[in-house]
């Protein structure tokens, strides 16, 4: 059965925090996505991965940034946390392009 | 602009009734998936549709796709309570390595 796990379900950080998000997916897929998903804004692609070691902006990257050092992990970084990053983050992966995307439970980030 | 766009925003039915959810999008596709979402968990895939078909069937979900009008719609027969849940479709846009979401439609069954 497939899994992707996020490293925490809820977080509360404070502003100006160094926040670290982990992903791991055991699927062997070889791409990875981190969202973002607000009310009444659906979902947001912030990165996402091809391969190891490789990352591509998606709509939102600003204030963000990503790490994909082993296939299986995808770690999402807010360099300075901020208010305006609190929401929920979902990361997901898939085996190529266009394929269905297996989600995480998500990690429910709130910034103080 | 969203390139996927869902219809209606949320939608409330009783049970056993069906439940019928569209989605418009603007640029040619690969395929169109739909996903569902429980409240506060992450997205579970319900259905793939490539851009060369036209229905498809799985349990009580059926999809239909009309590359011509560039919309899809997710129908869903026989509610249950436990199809309450949101529901999104993405689109797998050509020449892009990533789906793109629309804001989804909140499915309520009421027992």
């Known amino acids: 059965d497939v899994k992707v796990t996020q490293s925490s379900r809820y977080l509360v950080k404070r502003t100006g925090e160094k926040v670290f998000l982990e992903c791991v997916q055991d699927m062997d897929h070889e791409n990875m996505f981190w969202y973002r998903q607000d009310p009444g804004l659906g979902l947001r692609l912030i990165y996402f991965?091809?391969?190891?070691?490789?990352?591509e902006k998606g709509d939102i990257p600003e204030g963000y940034s990503v790490s994909r050092e082993k296939k299986e992990r995808f770690s999402l970084i807010l360099e300075s946390a901020s208010t305006n990053q609190t929401s929920m983050y979902l990361c997901a992966s898939n085996p190529g392009s266009g394929e269905t995307q297996y989600f995480g439970p998500g990690t429910r980030l709130l910034v103080l | 602009s969203q390139q996927g766009e869902e219809d209606p925003q949320a939608l409330s039915i009783q049970e056993g009734e069906n439940a019928t959810m569209n989605c418009s999008y603007k640029t040619s596709i690969n395929n169109l998936q739909w996903y569902r979402q429980n409240s506060g968990r992450g997205l579970v895939h319900l259905i793939l549709i490539r851009s060369n078909e036209r229905e498809k069937h799985s349990g009580r979900l059926r999809v239909t796709l009309d590359t011509s009008k560039k919309s899809s719609s997710l129908l869903i027969t026989a509610s249950r309570a436990a199809d309450t849940a949101s529901y999104f479709c993405a689109t797998d846009v050509w020449g892009a390595q990533k789906l793109v979401f629309g804001q989804g439609t909140r499915l309520t069954i009421n027992p």
């Open positions: 991965s091809y391969d190891v070691k490789m990352k």
